[in-house]
């Protein structure tokens, strides 16, 4: 079992020249990381780093953010990854949380913060390249890249080797509005780490894509697994995530061995690079997660890659990933749905009643998991709130009589409309299973059923949606309202921006009533 900070060490002294990080125009071997991870770790030492402290990184995915983690690490510190495109409030908003001193920034990250006018108690920032040095509140100081450079690159020894100190934070959305710090230690990622590099016979020559945003969990196994086997890791940038002839021409070019993303990506390569006539042939293995893959979709996305392995990940960001399913083929045109599988990592899980009493096969219940790959618990300002086990997902499933466990949606998407209890996946699900629809996401507004859906088929109507939904559901989940839109909008680590859609349909809805109180009321002038 090994530290994070090990991993690089070993593979800078077994094979220095091999690529580490792969990004658009940089090359950084396992020697250039090593060494420029030290420097980093001398860098927050000097600046007044020490155990246990947090350590911000704010900055697009690269190889020197990558050393950046590491550093931190290095220096007995906690890495914080936070996310480019939030706005600076929210940034702000969880470095006081988590009482962040120190960050590793962009230059053009810092001037929009600065500019932003947001305080926060961060009294060091680290360029993380070269530029102009931005006006900065008195108590703070800016660092340049030169200064982390100018570091030894001798070899700095490890702080400690407790497997159960804090190694990272990840921040999620928080059901009050305000954002979660998941407190994750190296024991509880090493549990993923060497589950999934042992589970797909990671090597030292896959390139694995990094297509997750460094703040969402997914990139755990895009950074750490490849670093502990050496593999190298080719960056996906932003600009690239979005587009699907550019996704799959990165893979293409780059000969990418290895991909990890949510389904909406791989979806994108479908509808837009035309996948399934180009084909992916260095790929050997997919994984997914974060959302549910719509059979349609998958089963295109098998087909056009036959010769790679797919694998279902499953698990919230507090415990990363719990149950994994290997898919033995492509699904017949009888599945509606595929497992999330069984407990991996180590793990163990429990699927118990509103009562707390195990449920039987076929029943469905609300999804427990306890073991290694559980988080420490939440940090809240600056008093860490240890997790209890075996903790609760809020993940409604059903095991079926061969053990494999079926996914039902979340108890939090669980609403009563009328007086009927509803799970809102179940109407996404049968309204994914209409031909010309691509993305589809309900919701409950005022005491209402409104679907969302972008369509393939323009000339697919409201009434044959409708009429769809009736074949496959009770009336009284029939979705009151149709709403059909060009393109979801996306959240920065790729899912469906609920809120921001649920908003966009509250705020429609305001206009209309407007528009009809005013011509009412223009009609009432004119009797």
């Known amino acids: ?25 940089e090359k950084i071997t396992y020697r250039d990381l090593d060494q420029l991870a030290d420097r980093f770790a001398r860098l927050f030492l000097r600046l007044g780093v020490r155990k246990g402290d947090r350590v911000g990184v704010h900055m697009p995915r690269s190889g020197r953010t990558v050393a950046a983690m590491l550093g931190a690490l290095r220096a007995g510190a906690v890495y914080v990854p936070l996310d480019p495109g ?140 490849s670093l502990w086997v050496g593999a190298s890791i080719v960056i996906v940038d932003e600009t690239t995530v979005v587009s699907g002839p550019r996704m799959l021409e990165r893979i293409r070019q780059r000969n990418i061995s290895v991909w990890y993303s949510v389904p ?10 035309d996948l399934e006539a180009q084909g992916a042939p260095s790929l050997r293995a997919v994984y997914f997660a974060g959302e549910v893959f719509p059979m349609k979709h998958l089963r295109r996305a098998m087909r056009a890659l036959p010769q790679a392995k797919f694998w279902n990940l499953f698990g919230p960001t507090e415990t990363n990933v719990c149950m994994a399913y290997a898919l033995p083929g492509v699904p017949s045109e009888e599945d509606q749905t595929i497992p999330i599988g069984h407990p991996s990592c180590g793990d163990q899980m429990r699927v118990l009643d509103d009562a707390g009493q195990p449920v039987k096969p076929g029943q469905m219940g609300e999804l427990f998991i306890e073991g290694p790959t559980v988080m420490v618990g939440y940090w809240n300002a600056g008093a860490p709130l240890l997790a209890k086990q075996p903790y609760p997902t809020g993940d409604m499933v059903s095991q079926r009589e ?45 005491q209402e059923l409104v679907a969302v859906l972008v369509a393939s088929d323009p000339q697919l109507s409201i009434l044959q949606i409708k009429q769809h939904c009736a074949a496959k559901l009770p009336r009284y989940m029939i979705p009151s309202d149709v709403r059909p839109v060009a393109s979801m909008p996306r959240t920065t680590s790729g899912k469906i921006d609920r809120v921001r859609v649920k908003q966009d349909v509250i705020a429609e809805n305001e206009a209309r009533a407007k528009a009809m109180t005013e011509a009412r009321a223009a009609a009432r002038g004119t009797k």
């Open 402 to 446: 061969d053990g494999a466990v079926m996914y039902h949606g979340r108890r939090d998407h669980m609403v009563k409309v009328h007086g009927y209890r509803i799970e809102l996946g179940e109407i996404e699900s049968a309204l994914l299973l209409h031909p010309g629809i691509q993305e589809a996401i309900t919701m409950v507004v005022g």
């Open 264 to 273: 909406s990506a791989l979806i994108l390569m479908l509808d837009q690079a």
């Open 1 to 25: 079992m090994m530290r994070l900070d090990q991993f690089v060490s070993a593979w800078a002294e077994y094979d220095p020249n091999h690529v580490a990080v792969e990004g658009v125009i």
């Open 86 to 225: 939030s706005p600076p409030a929210r940034i702000a908003l969880i470095a006081k949380d988590c009482g962040i001193r120190h960050v590793v920034i962009s230059p053009v990250l810092l001037s929009s913060w600065l500019a932003s006018g947001v305080t926060s108690p961060v009294r060091h920032f680290v360029l993380s390249a070269d530029g102009p040095l931005p006006a900065v509140d008195q108590d703070a100081a800016i660092h340049r890249w030169a200064e982390v450079l100018d570091e030894s690159a001798e070899r700095l020894e490890p702080p400690s080797h407790n497997m159960d100190e804090l190694a990272y934070i990840l921040y999620t959305s928080g059901s009050t509005g305000v954002p979660k710090g998941v407190m994750l230690s190296h024991r509880n990622a090493f549990a993923f780490i060497e589950w999934a590099g042992n589970q797909i016979e990671l090597h030292h020559s896959d390139r694995v894509a990094s297509v997750a945003p460094f703040h969402f969990d997914l990139s755990i196994f895009d950074v750490w697994t």
